[in-house]
């Protein structure tokens, strides 16, 4: 995913992180399911992109299988579930025993 970024094809990276869901990956072949916001030309540009960039021939289909999550969709799933534990932890509980009604709030480190 980052090397999409880094091809300067940010257009590209937001579709594969947001509109592709993975159904089969095994070199040189790529199955997936698209979103309804994706490009119909989605295929042919991760072709594209690879046959320039790496020079090889990758198979890239479409499928109806649902697939996996997108890649959005579990980094948010992996936030949730750090959330979750820190809210678990003894002392978190404690304090948010010790003040009803306060929320947990993360912030990102940029």
Do not use: N, Y
């Not at 590209?12 to 869901?21: I, P, Q, S």
């Not at 997936?32 to 090889?56: H, M, N, V, W």
Request: with cysteine; hydrophobic share 40%; glycine share 4%.
């Amino acid at each position: 995913m980052d090397w999409v970024g880094c091809q300067r094809e940010g257009m590209l990276e937001a579709h594969l992180l947001h509109d592709v869901h993975l159904v089969e990956f095994s070199p040189p072949h790529i199955t997936f399911r698209l979103s309804e916001k994706a490009p119909k030309t989605l295929p042919k540009q991760i072709q594209d992109l690879l046959k320039t960039k790496l020079g090889d021939l990758w198979t890239i289909a479409i499928s109806d299988e649902i697939g996996q999550p997108t890649l959005h969709e579990k980094a948010k799933q992996v936030l949730e579930d750090r959330r979750q534990l820190i809210l678990e932890a003894p002392l978190v509980k404690a304090v948010m025993e010790a003040f009803p009604g306060a929320t947990f709030i993360h912030k990102e480190d940029h």
